[in-house]
């Protein structure tokens, strides 16, 4: 239930003892008396509810546990397909205004979470749950909404979204243009791959033909304002004192401004198209070096064979931290509009999604969930070594990594990318640009 949700490691523990969740992570108290007297409580999926019976290893387990949960608690799971996603939002945004519930717990993409949370029909859940356990280590931070509350009670289990953004490059390019020092997993490796380096891989893997015209770029990436805000640290639309504010008007921000310009104007190697489909064809034909994507980009390259490799985000110049940048994040979230209570609700979901072990037939200890997520990755060509796989699976459970979701909504990402990307490309100044956007962007964000 759900597209990737469901068994969580619990939390990133290095001696690989079990962090309990309501031990660590409730701000109520647990009732192992709880009953709900058979009474039927519904939650929505992503698409269509799996068939218990042959839906492969994953699914058995989870409906394993939710049977488990149902006796436990007296209650009867009632599991709702959403039979066209692209409807979820406007379809939970009716019932709540008809005063009904549309499910009393569902899972959607945050992106979705943010209308509902703006609109009032799933809750916060601070009260209920304590963000800073150990449980929620991983990525606490990605269930935030700009509020500065959290409204998803259930960290995602580790899935391609989870490694975020990464840098794939055409190793035949680069090794032929690079000395080996210069190879991008060798300076990450050496804690060198920051910006800098980008640029001097970008210089040096850019050609151009005796008319100008690039013949082959040196980076491309439909996402790369916003990939490189979040290597900088920060979302490139943040939260101030619970308003979402566009992070660009800050040095930080500037500072990235700056870098594109410098990377496509300047050096003139940066594949501008925004189209995932259309840079990604660019890469696949040899024309670009690296490209700055997501998970499923990378999949698509190296299931074609084409020699590659794929590195964390470059570090920018104003974190110290290694960071882990996503486009989105998956989301468990409780309606405002239920018969159940919010602690009636969140004790029964953590239950049925508690790794516990105690429960031999379900339960995946520290170093399972490892060796999974290395097959998963490697197998489902994400990665093309295990030892990439190892490197990304390192920082999702390296507290140091900071975790940063982006903020964006699409109309955002469209305005930035065509009305404050493209124009540097062309040289035009920052700061600009951005006084122009302003009314824009300010536009989008009172939205």
């Known amino acids: 239930s759900g597209s990737t949700s469901g068994n969580a490691s619990g939390g990133s523990v290095d001696d690989g003892t079990h962090v309990s969740l309501k031990e660590s992570a409730l701000k109520f108290d647990w009732s192992d008396d709880l009953d709900l007297e058979g009474r039927t409580l519904s939650i929505s999926t992503w698409g269509a509810v799996p068939d218990r019976y042959e839906s492969g290893e994953y699914f058995t387990r989870r409906y394993i546990r939710s049977d488990r949960t149902e006796e436990k608690y007296n209650v009867k799971f009632e599991w709702l397909p959403v039979p066209d996603t692209s409807t979820f939002g406007a379809d939970v945004a009716m019932a709540y205004a008809a005063g009904k519930k549309y499910a009393d717990i569902m899972f959607c993409p945050s992106f979705f979470g943010y209308d509902l949370a703006k609109l009032g029909a799933i809750i916060p859940l601070d009260d209920y749950i304590d963000y800073s356990s150990s449980y929620y280590s991983m990525n606490g931070d990605m269930l935030k909404y700009y509020d500065g509350l959290h409204y998803s009670y259930f960290p995602d289990e580790l899935s391609p979204s989870s490694s975020g953004y990464m840098v794939i490059y055409n190793t035949t390019l680069t ?30 893997t850019t050609k151009k033909n005796s008319a100008g015209e ?9 996402w790369l304002l916003e990939a490189l805000c979040l290597s900088n ?9 619970g308003q979402p504010f566009c992070e660009l008007y800050t040095d930080a921000g500037l500072n990235v401004l700056n870098y594109i310009q410098r990377l496509g104007y300047t050096l003139g190697g940066v594949n501008s198209s925004y189209q995932s489909n259309t840079f990604a064809e660019s890469f696949n034909q040899g024309k670009m070096a690296m490209a700055i994507t997501t998970n499923w980009t990378a999949a698509n390259v190296i299931a074609s ?10 570090m920018g110049p104003d974190t110290d931290k290694q960071v882990i940048g996503t486009e989105f994040q998956e989301w468990w979230v409780v309606s405002s509009i239920s018969d159940f209570t919010p602690e009636e609700l969140i004790q029964v979901a953590l239950d049925m999604n508690e790794n516990d072990p105690a429960y031999p037939d379900t339960y995946q200890s520290p170093e399972v969930v490892h060796e999974k997520y290395i097959d998963r990755m490697y197998n489902g060509n994400v990665f093309s070594t295990e030892e990439e796989a190892e490197i990304f699976y ?17 109309d955002m ?19 600009t640009i951005l006084e122009r956007v302003r009314p824009r962007i300010e536009s989008e964000l009172a939205k």
Not at 187 to 200: F, I, P, R, S
Not at 233 to 241: A, E, K, V, W
Not at 394 to 410: C, G, H, P, R, T
Request: proline share 9%.
């Open 305 to 314: 064979g084409m020699p590659v490799a794929c590195v964390p985000l470059p």
């Open 413 to 431: 990402r469209w305005i930035l990318h065509s009305e404050v990307q493209l124009p540097l490309y062309t040289g035009e100044d920052p700061r």
């Open 233 to 241: 640290g920060f979302s490139p639309i943040g939260s101030r004192d």
């Open 394 to 410: 390192e920082n999702l459970m390296d507290d140091n990594v900071q975790k940063i979701v982006d903020l964006a909504s699409y």
């Open 214 to 222: 690039v013949t082959q770029w040196g980076l491309g990436g439909g």
């Open 175 to 204: 090794e032929a243009a690079l000395d080996p020092s210069e190879d991008p997993m060798t300076l990450y490796k050496e804690g060198k791959w920051d910006w800098e380096a980008m640029a001097n891989i970008v210089e040096k």
